[in-house]
């Protein structure tokens, strides 16, 4: 299951949203990342609180080095003192930017928030191997495992792109 989620690309990103207030990663998220480490993948991962945070601080207690962080207009967090990189002025536009530099993705999704789902819908159309941890703090409800190519992540973002294309994201 790692290699068809992590795909055949050295980069490797991580993104999650701030609604992650576990204290540490799910078992899962640490055995892909622990597999990222062993393939020697470039990782990057975004400065925001929540699941961001959790990634660093996993990545800098595994010792890991090669590791860049992504910001906008400030960096707010560098567990490992790594590398950063300025990947845009405002949220959008670096997790746009970041996407589009990644060859697969690890991303936890809390409670549907809609600028998660966007960059899911992204790595989808970009066809991006993503694995996606889904979870719910209103129904302690989990959903793990690669994305859907037939599931629609942002109803409004899909009915955007097939009125401007003519077509569905995908197929």
């Given at each position: 299951m790692d290699?068809?989620?992590?795909?055949?690309?050295?980069k490797?990103?991580?993104?999650?949203?701030?609604?992650?207030?576990d204290?540490e990663?799910?078992k899962v998220v640490?055995q892909?990342?622990?597999?990222?480490?062993?393939e020697?993948?470039?990782?990057?991962v975004g400065?925001?609180?929540?699941?961001?945070?959790?990634y660093q601080d996993?990545?800098?207690?595994?010792?890991?080095h090669?590791?860049?962080?992504?910001?906008?207009?400030?960096?707010?967090?560098?567990?490992?003192?790594?590398?950063?990189?300025?990947?845009?002025?405002?949220?959008?536009?670096?997790?746009?930017?970041m996407?589009?530099a990644?060859?697969?993705?690890i991303?936890?999704?809390?409670?549907q928030?809609?600028q998660?789902?966007?960059?899911?819908?992204?790595?989808?159309?970009?066809?991006?191997?993503?694995f996606?941890?889904?979870?719910s703090?209103?129904?302690?409800k989990?959903?793990?495992g690669?994305?859907?190519?037939?599931?629609?992540?942002q109803?409004f973002?899909?009915?955007?792109f097939?009125?401007?294309?003519?077509k569905?994201?995908?197929?």
């Open positions: 290699e068809v989620v992590l795909g055949k690309g050295k490797l990103l991580l993104m999650g949203s701030k609604a992650y207030t204290s990663l799910p640490k892909l990342l622990n597999a990222a480490i062993k020697q993948m470039q990782i990057v400065e925001a609180s929540g699941a961001c945070r959790l996993y990545l800098h207690s595994q010792g890991y090669d590791v860049i962080v992504g910001h906008a207009r400030s960096l707010r967090y560098n567990a490992g003192d790594w590398p950063d990189i300025k990947y845009g002025d405002n949220l959008v536009e670096r997790e746009r930017n996407i589009e990644c060859d697969s993705a991303i936890i999704w809390v409670n928030s809609s998660i789902a966007a960059n899911i819908e992204r790595l989808k159309w970009l066809r991006k191997p993503t996606l941890y889904e979870c703090s209103y129904s302690d989990e959903r793990i690669p994305l859907d190519p037939n599931r629609v992540y109803p973002l899909y009915q955007k097939k009125a401007k294309y003519g569905p994201p995908i197929g």
